[in-house]
């Protein structure tokens, strides 16, 4: 393990793994998630998930995942817990919107780097180093979770190892992150009334097999009853399947250290059939859910909010906060206007862009 850069003490009864998870847990960073947009905004539903409730359910997913492949189950958790703090508000139409401002300046967003700042110096809360000084693996892990990258590609992040892969347990989190979203929208759309268990069961395999396996045991259950009781045994399916195709691939890599996995190509994934129903779900949700015109018309909202708030900003910086305004010393302006909204939750952005801009 190579710890902290900041050298502490260990604690008397936590592990480091631990001590990163609650650290995410106390941030800032961590608590905006609120009120920030998963996929549908609270303006259509306050019972929707939004971008904390998915974190909580990705955390749950993935200690289940770690225990059962004999993983470390607090590295995974501390992963998962942090894999989204880095998102502006109103989810990926937020980060489209910030990264073609800031691309008018020759630079960019991104929601990984962002969130390695955030805990690397943003967040303020100890005397004795900036940031959260988490454990070289968990920030390793945040940056790496979902794409790897070579050296010199991606120069912020050359300090993690590029060209090798993470640790298992940081492989873990993509496919689960989309286990967790791809049925938590679906949930979400069927309570929305996007569409029908019927409609869901023509377009995604091994859907209508466990519908009518609910519809045989509870012929006398409401529908919703019955969606809910298809909609556990969904996740149950994919994340057995990610279980085993995982492990089938561990075995078969011949795999015995760290050091071995992380020269191998990535080694998590769905079972053949599981993965089946995953991309057809995936596609099922783009037609149904992510391309409808509530949801497109949200998104076009955000978007133009982002732009108006962002060159608001950009000419008259004197409405930045004190805070902000001290960072232009080390800065160029649009950087902080980019971080400085890229922080904000979905209800301070609206509260700030109707007292900036009517």
Same mark, same amino acid.
């Given at each position: 393990?190579?710890?902290?850069?900041?050298?502490?003490?260990?604690?008397?009864? !936590?592990?480091?793994?631990?001590?990163? !998870?609650?650290?995410?847990?106390?941030?800032?960073?961590?608590?905006?998630?609120?009120?920030?947009?998963?996929?549908?905004?609270?303006?259509?539903?306050?019972?929707?998930?939004?971008?904390?409730?998915?974190?909580?359910?990705?955390?749950?997913?993935?200690?289940?995942?770690?225990?059962?492949?004999?993983?470390?189950?607090?590295?995974?958790?501390?992963?998962?817990?942090?894999?989204?703090?880095?998102?502006?508000?109103?989810?990926?139409?937020?980060?489209?919107?910030?990264?073609?401002?800031?691309?008018?300046?020759?630079?960019?967003?991104?929601?990984?780097?962002?969130?390695?700042?955030?805990?690397?110096?943003?967040?303020?809360?100890?005397?004795?180093?900036?940031?959260?000084?988490?454990?070289?693996?968990?920030?390793?892990?945040?940056?790496?979770?979902?794409?790897?990258?070579?050296?010199?590609?991606?120069?912020?992040?050359?300090?993690?190892?590029?060209?090798?892969?993470?640790?298992?347990?940081?492989?873990?989190?993509?496919?689960?992150?989309?286990?967790?979203?791809?049925?938590?929208?679906?949930?979400?759309?069927?309570?929305?009334?996007?569409?029908?268990?019927?409609?869901?069961?023509?377009?995604?395999?091994?859907?209508?097999?466990?519908?009518?396996?609910?519809? +045989?045991?509870?012929?006398?259950?409401?529908?919703?009853?019955?969606?809910?009781?298809?909609?556990?045994?969904?996740?149950?399916?994919?994340? +057995?399947?990610?279980?085993?195709?995982?492990?089938?691939?561990?075995?078969?890599?011949?795999?015995?250290?760290?050091?071995?996995? !992380?020269?191998?190509?990535?080694?998590?994934?769905?079972?053949?059939?599981?993965?089946?129903?995953?991309?057809?779900?995936?596609?099922?949700?783009?037609?149904?859910?992510?391309?409808?015109?509530?949801?497109?018309?949200?998104?076009?909202?955000?978007?133009?909010?982002?732009?108006?708030?962002?060159?608001?900003?950009?000419?008259?910086?004197?409405?930045?906060?004190?805070?902000?305004?001290?960072?232009?010393?080390?800065?160029?302006?649009?950087?902080?206007?980019?971080?400085?909204?890229?922080?904000?939750?979905?209800?301070?952005?609206?509260?700030?862009?109707?007292?900036?801009?009517?």
């Amino acid at each position: 393990m190579r710890g902290r850069r900041y050298p502490e003490a260990p604690h008397p009864y !936590r592990n480091e793994f631990q001590r990163d !998870r609650d650290r995410i847990v106390h941030a800032r960073a961590f608590r905006r998630l609120e009120d920030k947009t998963q996929v549908f905004a609270e303006r259509l539903s306050d019972h929707f998930r939004n971008r904390l409730t998915h974190t909580i359910e990705v955390a749950q997913i993935s200690r289940t995942l770690a225990a059962a492949l004999g993983l470390d189950e607090d590295f995974t958790e501390a992963l998962a817990l942090a894999h989204d703090i880095g998102h502006p508000p109103f989810a990926h139409a937020g980060e489209e919107a910030l990264n073609l401002q800031m691309q008018a300046y020759g630079d960019s967003f991104d929601h990984t780097l962002n969130a390695l700042r955030l805990v690397e110096s943003f967040e303020q809360r100890y005397a004795r180093f900036p940031g959260l000084n988490l454990t070289f693996e968990v920030r390793e892990g945040m940056v790496k979770h979902s794409r790897d990258f070579a050296p010199g590609e991606r120069p912020e992040f050359d300090e993690y190892l590029p060209g090798l892969r993470p640790p298992l347990e940081a492989q873990l989190i993509d496919l689960t992150d989309e286990v967790a979203y791809n049925t938590a929208d679906l949930d979400d759309g069927y309570a929305a009334g996007l569409f029908t268990m019927e409609e869901i069961a023509a377009a995604v395999p091994h859907y209508g097999e466990l519908a009518e396996e609910m519809e +045989s045991q509870f012929p006398g259950a409401a529908e919703k009853v019955r969606f809910q009781e298809v909609l556990r045994r969904l996740i149950d399916l994919l994340v +057995s399947g990610l279980i085993e195709g995982t492990r089938q691939n561990v075995l078969q890599s011949g795999a015995r250290s760290v050091a071995e996995v !992380r020269r191998l190509p990535r080694l998590t994934a769905l079972v053949a059939p599981a993965a089946e129903t995953n991309r057809a779900l995936k596609h099922f949700l783009f037609e149904r859910v992510y391309s409808t015109p509530p949801l497109l018309e949200e998104r076009k909202h955000a978007c133009d909010g982002i732009a108006a708030l962002f060159e608001f900003y950009m000419r008259t910086p004197g409405e930045l906060p004190e805070w902000q305004r001290e960072r232009l010393e080390e800065l160029p302006l649009h950087r902080v206007v980019c971080d400085y909204i890229a922080g904000m939750t979905d209800g301070f952005f609206r509260r700030t862009r109707t007292r900036l801009l009517g």
